[in-house]
């Protein structure tokens, strides 16, 4: 008795245009992909005749303070005792850290105040006032 031979069936995938569809979908998410800034608190900063550029974004921790009294930090409310644990801990991490501080115009001086010495606290010295350009 004579057995016929079976022919076995390919059932690989075709790979050759794999790496097309692969630049294509990475091309794709790129440019569709939206890049998230920093929202903070609706803050109207005061104008400033003389403005400078922070050197590094990498190096930058932003606090927001609304005319409502209201502080955040990275997107976060937090109370004014809170500020100087939270800066300690990132100074720690970031020696180089830079503390921007972006404040409406009508919001409390002692507020401020109260911010600048959680800050001396925190040793979080190197800071940086948020202004706008003044246009005459």
Same mark, same amino acid.
């Given at each position: !008795?004579?057995?016929?031979?079976? *022919?076995?069936? @390919?059932? &690989?995938?075709? *790979? +050759? @245009?794999?790496? $097309?569809?692969?630049? !294509?979908?990475? #091309?794709?998410? !790129?440019?569709?992909?939206?890049?998230?800034?920093?929202?903070?608190?609706?803050? =109207?900063?005061?104008?400033?005749?003389?403005?400078? %550029?922070? %050197?590094?974004? =990498?190096? *930058?921790?932003?606090?927001?303070?609304? %005319?409502?009294?209201? /502080?955040? #930090?990275? $997107?976060?409310?937090?109370?004014?005792? $809170?500020?100087?644990?939270?800066?300690?801990?990132?100074?720690? &991490?970031?020696?180089?850290? /830079?503390?921007?501080?972006? +404040? $409406?115009?009508?919001?409390?001086? +002692?507020?401020?105040?109260? #911010?600048?010495?959680?800050?001396?606290? +925190?040793?979080?010295?190197?800071?940086?006032?948020?202004?706008?350009? &003044? /246009?005459?």
């Amino acid at each position: !008795m004579k057995f016929e031979k079976k *022919t076995r069936l @390919s059932s &690989a995938i075709p *790979t +050759a @245009s794999m790496p $097309d569809i692969i630049f !294509m979908l990475l #091309i794709f998410f !790129m440019v569709t992909t939206v890049l998230r800034e920093f929202s903070g608190l609706p803050v =109207n900063l005061p104008k400033a005749v003389r403005i400078e %550029k922070l %050197k590094s974004k =990498n190096h *930058t921790s932003h606090i927001w303070v609304s %005319k409502e009294g209201l /502080v955040s #930090i990275e $997107d976060k409310l937090f109370n004014t005792e $809170d500020i100087r644990h939270i800066m300690y801990e990132r100074r720690a &991490a970031d020696p180089q850290l /830079v503390v921007s501080l972006k +404040a $409406d115009e009508q919001s409390r001086m +002692a507020l401020i105040s109260s #911010i600048h010495n959680e800050l001396r606290k +925190a040793d979080a010295l190197a800071l940086n006032y948020a202004t706008l350009m &003044a /246009v005459d």
